[in-house]
T-cell receptor, first 115, second 115 residues
Framework: AQKITQTQPGMFVQEKEAVTLDCTYD???????LFWYKQPSSGEMIFLIY??????QNATEGRYSLNFQKARKSANLVISASQLGDSAMYFC????????????FGTGTSLTVIP | DAGVTQSPTHLIKTRGQHVTLRCSPI?????VSWYQQVLGQGPQFIFQ???????GRGNFPDRFSARQFPNYSSELNVNALLLGDSALYLC??????????????FGSGTRLTVV
């Protein structure tokens, strides 16, 4: 079974609008971390936001917020007030505490911001 | 501060050849991980090294090997290259070895093309 599933290969959003990128995960480990990374065409993976499995509140980092629904095993990324520079690939990832030495990544979502 | 540095940025090799990719972690980071990202996919874990010892290995054949040096830099070696080895190879460094929270810092990667 896939550890991380991203079902949106591509998304479009109007500049200044909000967009939600979907992510579901699968784990039996009660302690884990969920991450979102941005990958521009240059290739570097840029860390955006983190949510721990025991965190009571949804994580926020500037224009990024993570909609964490533990029972549904979903960790959707919300980008508010989209900017042209947000156009990139976005990857959801997970690390499990008991085997925390690797990231499991989804297949990514390509976001295009339209002027 | 210098980020994670990878070299070379691009290279082209012929099937059957050998390749060495290099990674310099952020100063003070003792853990280095390698990931392979095939076009259109998310990164897949290859190796993690911490304090010069292998701490984790993904589902890759023995043609893939790596090592970490006393200055914590690392090399990834791939023997008997196949066309399917064409990918972006990402290096990530971190201060710790095994923590669900500790997000890694990624380099910009090496784009390997096998012809």
């Amino acid at each position: 079974a896939q550890k991380i599933t991203q079902t949106q290969p591509g998304m479009f959003v109007q500049e200044k609008e909000a967009v939600t990128l979907d992510c579901t995960y699968d784990t039996s480990d009660p302690s884990y971390g969920l991450f979102w990374y941005k990958q521009p065409s240059s290739g570097e993976m840029i860390f955006l936001i983190y949510q721990g499995s025991y965190d009571q509140q949804n994580a926020t980092e500037g224009r990024y917020s993570l909609n964490f629904q533990k029972a549904r095993k979903s960790a959707n990324l919300v980008i508010s007030a989209s900017q042209l520079g947000d156009s990139a690939m976005y990857f959801c990832a997970m690390r499990e505490f008991n085997t925390g030495n690797q990231f499991y990544f989804g297949t990514g979502t390509s976001l295009t911001v339209i002027p | 501060d210098a980020g994670v540095t990878q070299s070379p940025t691009h290279l082209i090799k012929t099937r059957g050849q050998h390749v060495t990719l290099r990674c310099s972690p952020i100063s003070g980071h003792k853990s280095v991980s390698w990931y392979q990202q095939v076009l259109g996919q998310g990164p897949q874990f290859i190796f993690q090294y911490y304090e010069k010892e292998e701490r984790g290995r993904g589902n890759f054949p023995d043609r893939f090997s790596a090592r970490q040096f006393p200055n914590y830099s690392s090399e990834l070696n791939v023997n008997a290259l196949l066309l399917g080895d064409s990918a972006l190879y990402l290096c990530a460094s971190s201060t710790s070895r095994n923590s669900a929270y500790d997000g890694y810092t990624f380099g910009s990667g090496t784009r390997l093309t096998v012809v």
